[in-house]
């Protein structure tokens, strides 16, 4: 039986991987000193248990920490008088025994005391926060995963279906946060059946770019949104978590004197920034697009096999170091912001970061389906002009220098324009009109649909699951330490130097203690787990459901058939490769609620110009620009006619989209009225809170000697007008009118 530790403090002595002189070790060594006796100074005097051990390297000190039962109970009663104080629903009225009065289960137990350890002064905490300027060498406080429950938890993934560990057994153990994540994606999986089955059957006996199946997505869109808006209010209320924004801690550096006005300010301060960001990440998107669609299929000299990877070699150079550069400018954006409370700060930092993830994420498609399918033809003339322009130039510059190639006999083909051109440039790029026209590809935004639905999805739960075992892996060999799967399990040869203090023998106690350290030091190891990740993946996916999956139906089955693994890929990763999450009250799942109204909405707009654009009557056929079988004769009228019949209809469209807006908010409104009246209204959970909070405020009156409502007290006549009190001529009068009649 292993120690029970409620928190881990990572302290780092030395800084890893950095080379000092003598003098700096020692002055580096005084400060340690300095700061760890504090530390453990500070913990002891809260009245907790501190002790400290070595860590994985040289210089990191893991100080475990237990809280009595005593210090946890007053912690208890403080919360729960908070709660009160701020209008949180409660199931039982706060007393002074609270630790008795009800069950506190492990993520409230490592909430509690993780927040009374890194919480500030003002708000009851010890202030032993993480980068702070007092506590710079502290690195992180943690927590220790219960491997029982993961384990346990694993098994049933195996065998059964994720749902056989009830939501409740999942908040117990890792907070609100995780399990309010877990039934947002348990609810979003279930609501992908129908569309799932509808996309089926469209695919199969329906018409392309349907428009009964792109109203019947949008709707279910809409209605998917407003049931969960609905859901995060009920379970708040069986939570006990509505309004928990109201007793959140504050964050360290919040600057309380700061005005409103400039925090205002600072906010629309970060919008330039944003929007250069997305200028620019557009601006090499659509480069890369028309080298991708355009330029490697133009190009027929060396290598063109090879020339044909160079947009996914740009785009993996290039994107991730833009949205990485963005990102971090985005962490100092949010922190110069000053926010009073952890939550706000985290709304505002996912709806930067993720602005620009939807503009990389959706971009593609929409080029594809704006640009290059009404516009195809065209630019792949408008590149084709520009290509025999700078071949030009370049065999110009190569004759100014004398420089001949054997092949450069002119010939008497004709290109662009009808002007001559050399061997090497009819040997380097396809001129010819008609055949660069049949290399445009009809069914580009199918295949696009298909990459993002399947292929994409499986190398992000290869990431998610496989790499980290790769990377850890790689690492553990390359410090000699053997093969660890994330549990403290090592296999293989495991080079580790004992410390002298360490304890040593075959007895059963110190065999158990050196094998608990040994999972504490590779706990540490992992990186903290960010739900945001896991929320923007959805949400993402959405997007490509209600915006994309009229282009291909069969988008809604990939993305069931994805969550079905996801769901366990996510929980694999929380139990294996990550740290502990640290517990958070939260009564929803923040800005991602409005990110799906504002995907629901711009799906209004994509589903009714895909439908008008691309549907399939026969008058259609010819409307767009990237018909390519017309016969070459008619090229110049085609390009003609063509071009201005395609601006007609893209405006057209434009129109539609516009009108689909409007329709989309009236459709909201009745299904946000119906839902509310079949869900909210008369539910349990609305009579629980009413009934829970009505008992409470009797109790508090009652407490306080007042009468309670329906009660009555004793009415005093005594003085001078106590006979006016005491005669009543109504009956008598009632009586006489009776008597006279």
Request: charged share 20%; aromatic share 10%.
């Given at each position: 039986m292993h120690p029970h530790v409620d928190a881990v403090i990572v302290f780092r002595a030395i800084q890893k991987g950095a080379s000092f002189s003598k003098e700096q070790v020692r002055q580096?060594?005084?400060?340690?000193?300095?700061?760890?006796?504090?530390?453990?100074?500070?913990l002891t005097r809260a009245g907790l248990k501190a002790v400290g051990r070595r860590g994985e390297s040289q210089g990191q000190l893991l100080v475990m920490v237990t809280c009595p039962q005593k210090v946890l109970a007053n912690l208890i009663h403080c919360e729960r008088h908070s709660d009160f104080l701020y209008g949180l629903p409660m199931s039982k009225l706060p007393s002074a025994n609270d630790f008795e009065s009800g069950p506190l289960s492990p993520a409230d137990r490592i909430r509690l005391i993780h927040g009374f350890i890194s919480s500030t002064p003002e708000d009851g905490g010890l202030g032993i926060i993480p980068g702070r300027k007092e506590w710079g060498l502290v690195e992180s406080v943690m927590a220790l995963h219960d491997h029982d429950f993961n384990d346990h938890w694993i098994h049933l993934w195996t065998r059964h279906r994720i749902a056989s560990v009830e939501l409740e057994k999942i908040r117990d153990q890792f907070g609100d946060s995780v399990a309010l994540y877990f039934f947002f994606l348990t609810a979003y999986t279930r609501a992908l059946i129908f569309p799932a089955a509808l996309g089926v059957i469209y695919y199969l006996f329906g018409r392309p770019y349907s428009a009964s199946y792109s109203t019947l997505l949008l709707l279910w869109s809409i209605a998917f949104v407003e049931w969960w808006r609905l859901q995060e209010r009920i379970l708040s209320i069986r939570w006990c978590t509505r309004g928990s924004w109201r007793v959140e801690k504050r964050r360290a550096d919040y600057l309380p004197s700061f005005p409103w006005w400039k925090q205002e300010m600072r906010m629309m301060a970060g919008l330039p920034v944003i929007l250069l960001f997305a200028i620019i990440l557009a601006v090499i998107s659509t480069g890369i697009f028309v080298l991708e669609a355009f330029v490697t299929e133009l190009y027929k000299g060396p290598g063109h096999t090879y020339v044909a990877f160079a947009p996914t070699i740009l785009f993996s150079l290039l994107v991730p170091r833009l949205l990485a550069m963005y990102q971090?400018?985005?962490?100092?954006?949010?922190?110069w912001e000053n926010h009073e409370h952890q939550s706000s700060h985290s709304w505002s930092l996912s709806l930067k970061v993720f602005t620009l993830s939807a503009v990389n994420a959706y971009l593609?498609?929409?080029?594809?389906a704006f640009i290059y399918v009404?516009?195809?033809e065209t630019v792949m003339n408008f590149v084709q002009s520009h290509l025999f322009t700078d071949g030009r130039r370049a065999l110009a510059l190569l004759d100014k220098f004398n420089i001949n190639f054997n092949a450069t006999s002119h010939?008497?083909?004709?290109?662009v324009g009808g002007k001559k051109i050399s061997a090497v440039g009819l040997s380097l790029w396809e001129w010819d009109r008609k055949n660069a026209r049949r290399k445009l590809n009809s069914s580009r935004l199918e295949e696009q649909m298909f990459a993002f639905s399947v292929t994409n999805q499986v190398v992000d739960t290869f990431t998610?699951?496989?790499?980290?075992?790769?990377?850890?892996?790689?690492?553990?060999?390359?410090n000699g330490k053997g093969f660890r799967n994330g549990n403290g399990k090592a296999h293989g040869k495991k080079k580790r130097v004992a410390f002298d203090d360490e304890p040593v023998g075959h007895d059963a106690h110190g065999r158990e203690e050196r094998e608990f350290l040994e999972r504490v030091r590779s706990e540490v190891v992992l990186p903290e787990y960010d739900v945001f990740t896991d929320y923007s993946e959805m949400v993402t996916q959405f997007g490509y459901v209600a915006l994309w999956s009229t282009i291909w139906p069969l988008a809604p089955a990939m993305a069931l058939f994805n969550n079905y693994i996801e769901a366990r890929s996510d929980a694999f990763k929380i139990a294996v490769h990550t740290r502990r999450p640290t517990p958070v009250r939260t009564d929803s799942i923040g800005p991602w609620l409005e990110s799906l109204s504002f995907l629901t909405w711009l799906s209004a707009l994509t589903n009714s110009a895909l439908v008008y654009l691309f549907r399939p009557p026969a008058q259609q056929e010819h409307e767009l620009g990237t018909v390519v079988d017309a016969d070459a004769t008619h090229e110049s009228q085609h390009h003609r006619y063509g071009l201005a019949a395609t601006r007609e209809l893209l405006m057209s469209a434009l129109l539609i989209a516009m009108l689909a807006s409007h329709g989309y908010l009236v459709m909201r409104a009745v299904v946000r009225h119906i839902l509310n009246r079949a869900i909210w209204t008369g539910s349990k959970e609305k009579k629980e809170a009413e009934r829970v909070e009505r008992e409470m405020k009797d109790k508090y009156l009652s407490s306080l000697g007042q009468c309670a409502p329906g009660e009555n007290g004793v009415l005093e006549t005594t003085g001078e007008w106590a006979t006016f009190w005491e005669t009543d001529e109504g009956m008598d009068d009632i009586r006489k009118m009776l008597k006279d009649s």
């Open positions: 580096n060594a005084v400060k340690a000193e300095r700061q760890y006796s504090k530390l453990i100074s500070t971090r400018l985005a962490t100092n954006f949010t922190d593609g498609l929409a080029l594809s009404p516009f195809g010939l008497g083909a004709r290109g998610a699951i496989g790499l980290p075992y790769i990377l850890r892996a790689v690492d553990s060999f390359r």
